[in-house]
């Protein structure tokens, strides 16, 4: 029998993890706490089930299902999600200055972003839970997710996006799925207010990470990431930070896999936010003494947020995995998904801000040129084409329809 319950991150008080809520009656933030002392032989049953043809057993969150959301098998909504890939680059570590680089590419999950992890967590909540309605504040992505996971769970989903900041690609995912869009004069942060008021008035069910259960799928990208590696821990792990659920749901990944006994040190975090979007960053220079929000503008609209909701989950997870903060210029960005572009493996510009940090953190010495690096790439390179569009032109060379024309104009590339 599950274990599970809600925790409050501010007080003591706990509550059934089946209850609908996504506070604690203080106003703290929760998470799902685990006490199932099977859990530390979950590795094995983990690896077992990837040879089963079930789904929800090659889910590469699914199959960690009881340390993530105990929940019926009837209940489970998946895509297949997870099972991405990790590669390596001579090209990358060379261009940041490094030896030991790899990258985990959440950009190959079904709706090309690391929401899917998440998002089927959320989405089989709602349905565990009878809601009919599902919604998100989006800068995109979420929204995307959202709408594929509600159409296979058969519920109706609602995205608030802020209008004319989504890229066309994520606003076309979004509709094609079915979703009702509803596009806010304002930005993100005003989005995720309104969806924060209808969740409490009861008239739908929140799926952005403030949802407890949303940070249970997300966390097993580390996961999944230490089960290939045999469960040979990393010394950092990079990723970009907006919202920072990923952040957030990082640090509960590796506190509870060093605990459970399945890692035996913890790797590093390293949260890189894009300079016109870094509130975090800025509260980490101050000892996180307080958060203070900001306009966002950067071409990195997956991170273009200026007050992250779990800002006290993220600090708990920078300050336990004894990890950094850092920010980098839109222009840092772009070069760095330049060269992850030309490396054959492709990413969003948010994705790229991880290289771009490491890059940076190498200079300072704050990252070892030979210590053990993986890098998180959070969205496919499709998910905001117009970003590389703005940066680069076609490289095409217009010429004759014949071999003779073709073969003078080949000499000359």
Known sequence: MSQARFACLQCTRTYDWLELRYACDCGGLLEVKHNDPALRQLPDKAELRLTSR????????WRFREGVLPLPESMIVTQNEGQTTIYESAALNQWAGHSNLTLKHEGENPTGSFKDRGMTAAVSMAKRLGMPVVACASTGNTSSSLAAYAARAGLKAIVFLPAGKVSQGKMAQTLGYGAKGMAIRGDFDDAMQIVRDLANAGRVYMVNSLNPHRIEGQKTIIWEMLQDRNWHAPDWIVVPGGNL???????????????????????????????????????????????EALTAETIATAIRI???????????????????????????????KTAIDHAGIGCEPASAATLAGVRKLVKKNIIGPEEDVVLVLTGHMLKDPDAILKVQTLDCTEVDANVDAITKALDRV
Do not use: C, H
């Open 245 to 291: 659920g990923n952040t957030s749901a990082f640090g509960k990944a590796i506190d509870e896999a060093y605990e459970w006994g399945w890692i035996t040190k913890k790797p590093r975090l390293a949260t890189i936010q894009a300079e016109g979007a870094n509130p975090f960053f800025r509260s980490y220079t101050k000892d996180f003494s307080s958060l």
């Open 306 to 336: 200026g007050y992250p909701v779990n800002f006290p989950r993220a600090v708990r997870s920078i300050i336990n995995t004894n990890g950094v903060v850092t920010d980098v210029t839109d222009t840092e960005i772009m070069a760095a």
């Open 54 to 61: 079930k789904p929800y057993d090659r889910s590469g969150v």
